[in-house]
Nanobody
Framework: QVQLVESGGGFVQPGGSLRLSCAASGFIFSGYAMSWVRQAPGKGLEWVSG????????TYVDSVKGRFTISRDDAKNTLYLQMNSLKPEDTAVYYC??????????????WGKGTLVTVSS
């Protein structure tokens, strides 16, 4: 069965960096787009970033453009999110999600359990 396991969250001061990882199994990882989605305390889900199956196309929500970088290593079945210049408003549980197709933007059908990122001084 599909499994997505996030790691790398933690506590960081404003301006700091974190790298999230998502280990995928149970499906042909290289054949699907992948996304990161987050949920801030008391708020709804917010899509953050997506990457297509080939890794050649990426997209970001405006609030993280220039600060976050999504990438993938198909040999390791792993998705990454490098987060730099973190702000308190980035505090959230971050979820890795498998997209429906090789291109992003058509929805997601599996999510991990999430990893908490807390940005605070």
């Amino acid at each position: 069965q599909v499994q997505l396991v996030e790691s790398g969250g933690g506590f960081v001061q404003p301006g700091g960096s974190l790298r999230l990882s998502c280990a995928a199994s149970g499906f042909i990882f290289s054949g699907y787009a992948m996304s990161w989605v987050r949920q801030a305390p008391g708020k709804g889900l917010e899509w953050v970033s997506g990457i297509d199956s080939g890794g050649g196309s990426t997209t970001y929500v405006d609030s993280v453009k220039g600060r976050f970088t999504i990438s993938r290593d198909d040999a390791k079945n792993t998705l990454y999110l490098q987060m730099n210049s973190l702000k308190p408003e980035d505090t959230a549980v971050y979820y890795c999600a498998k997209d429906l197709f090789g291109d992003y933007g058509y929805g997601m059908n599996y999510w991990g359990k999430g990893t908490l990122v807390t940005v605070s001084s």
